[in-house]
């Protein structure tokens, strides 16, 4: 079906595929792994044909329709959740919003002139529009974004009043009703609470095309995909079987590689040895020539380079006040829209918070009033003595510097920090190499992500508000920091989609 033979790709001095190749077929259903700036988004990005490979080549027949859920979600106003929803349905998307304009035509005064054309072609644009299934398109379109979480208030308001977060999930309802050929998904459960993504999984599974998607969730690609295609250091290699499968799988191949090079090492040694014994010797002479020549025809078996995850231990923040956060009778609206009423809560030194809710619950809100980025309606948030915060949200991303590499950022926050300490800041989350030369522009979500978690948490805060810090971190990443926050020694208040992923030892107190 689709095809990538002898890929290469390169931005700058980053090398992301060198002669990599891909093959994904009918049906399949592919999880795309790899550490954070490794190349998985750029690989959907080649596969939709919004960029080419510096060399190689890129086979996708040309009936085949692609849909891809990214990241990055356009600005859009002035229509309807559920019109931009219905947007990428191809022809009959189309049609509906012709049928929209027209009705908009039919009651403007300034076009009563031409009503009879006006009528006619709304006959025609109707008589398609039902026969190619639309108005059942408008229930279904419905169906997929009260399964991501929207109520019909909501469905019928305009776009342009959503959050990033909600327009992502209006993006992804567009892509799901386009019923593409292949489905390209990058991180589809990011921003989603537990019941969205029970239920895009069992969309997911019940649907008939290809599937490639990236996910830092394991279990939801435990039950999603059935092959693995892991990108690291420039080449994609695939494995077959589930997220748990690859990982035994890759541990069993690294084992018997990490074997095979020993028992070549240990030849190669006992063969020098005889060269450099017998080299002087003329009666060995064609022994010797004949073994330094087949010495320099045996391939050599190179190491499997481990992906390498540094521990990361928390400095002791200082001690703050036995009472950390008191919340009297908070309240917060958003319009008719009632998110808080009456919320009491004290949380204490050494305590350790979940915030958990469905999708518009107001944890989020909950988190900007406590930080202090959003005033209640009513009620008061009274903050402890000695206390040092450390928020982190997505909006903290665009804290950073894009004209800035990754060392110049920690350097300049911390300029009194020895570049020994920084270095190792920087890899305890993953940033080695050249990759501390990266200018911040070009970082993944990821990486700017693991970026902003490292600047907190060098000198870390007293009391750590988190709105979801796991986003976009790779699995590795995401594993590490939950190690050292299972040492952390202070407050802990934090929304996530996925609180299973978080032990009793981080969060054991849910609300």
Same mark, same amino acid.
């Given at each position: ?22 093959? @994904? ?6 999880? @795309? ?68 304009? $027209? ?5 403007? &005064? ?100 290809? $599937? ?117 009778? $908070? ?11 009456? !919320? ?52 903290? !991303?665009? $804290? ?14 911390? &300029? ?40 907190? @948490?060098?000198?870390? &805060? ?22 050292? @926050? ?26």
């Amino acid at each position: 079906m689709i095809s990538l033979t002898r890929v290469s790709k390169q931005y700058g001095r980053q090398l992301l595929f060198v002669d990599a190749s891909f093959q @994904l077929n009918p049906g399949e259903t592919v999880g @795309l792994v790899g550490p954070n700036g490794s190349g998985k988004t750029t690989l959907f990005r080649l596969i939709a044909g919004e960029e080419v490979p510096d060399d190689g080549e890129i086979s996708v027949p040309k009936k085949l329709t692609i849909g891809y859920f990214r990241q990055d979600v356009e600005e859009s106003s002035g229509r309807s959740v559920l019109d931009e929803a219905i947007l990428g349905s191809g022809r009959v998307g189309d049609l509906h919003h012709e049928l929209e304009q $027209l009705n908009h035509a039919m009651a403007d &005064p300034e076009q009563a002139g031409d009503l009879d054309r006006i009528l006619a072609r709304f006959g025609h644009v109707q008589e398609e529009y039902e026969h190619l299934g639309g108005y059942a398109l408008e229930a279904q379109a419905r169906e997929v974004l009260h399964g991501l979480g929207f109520d019909d208030e909501r469905i019928d308001a305009d776009v342009g009043e959503l959050s990033g977060g909600w327009k992502m999930r209006v993006a992804m309802a567009r892509v799901l009703l386009g019923q593409p050929d292949v489905l390209l998904m990058d991180e589809p459960t990011n921003h989603l609470d537990i019941e969205s993504i029970v239920w895009l999984e069992r969309f997911l599974t019940s649907r008939d095309g290809a $599937l490639l998607m990236t996910s830092h969730d394991r279990e939801f690609m435990n039950r999603i995909v059935t092959k693995i295609a892991e990108i690291d250091d420039g080449e994609i290699t695939m494995y077959s079987g589930n997220y748990d499968f690859y990982e035994r799988e890759r541990g069993i191949r690294e084992a018997n590689r990490e074997a095979a090079y020993a028992r070549q090492q240990a030849m190669l040694a006992k063969e020098q040895r005889f060269i450099d014994r017998f080299a002087a010797h003329a009666a060995k002479a064609a022994q010797v020539q004949s073994r330094v020549k087949a010495l320099e025809k045996i391939e050599k078996i190179e190491l499997p380079k481990r992906r390498r995850v540094m521990q990361f231990d928390f400095r002791t923040p200082p001690r703050s006040g036995e009472q950390v956060a008191v919340l009297e009778d $908070l309240a917060k609206a958003y319009g008719r829209r009632v998110v808080h009423d009456g !919320l009491n809560l004290t949380i204490r030194r050494g305590e350790r918070w979940c915030v958990m809710g469905k999708n518009g619950a107001g944890k989020s809100t909950l988190l900007k009033m406590v930080a202090g980025h959003l005033t209640p309606d009513r009620g008061r948030v009274g903050l402890g003595a000695s206390l040092k915060m450390g928020y982190f949200a997505q909006q903290s !991303l665009d $804290l950073l510097n894009p004209d800035l590499t990754v060392e110049e950022q920690l350097r300049q926050d911390f &300029p009194h920090e020895s570049i020994g300490a920084l270095k190792n800041l920087a890899g305890a989350f993953q940033f080695s190499g050249e990759d501390v030369d990266k200018k911040i522009r070009a970082l993944s979500g990821g990486e700017k992500t693991r970026l902003v978690l490292a600047r907190m @948490l060098l000198d870390p &805060p007293n009391f750590l508000v988190l709105d979801e810090p796991t986003n976009h971190l790779d699995l590795a990443t995401k594993e590490m920091l939950l190690e050292a @926050l299972k040492d952390f020694d202070g407050t802990m208040l934090v929304v996530s989609h996925d609180p299973r992923r978080w032990s009793p030892s981080v969060l054991p107190r849910p609300m």
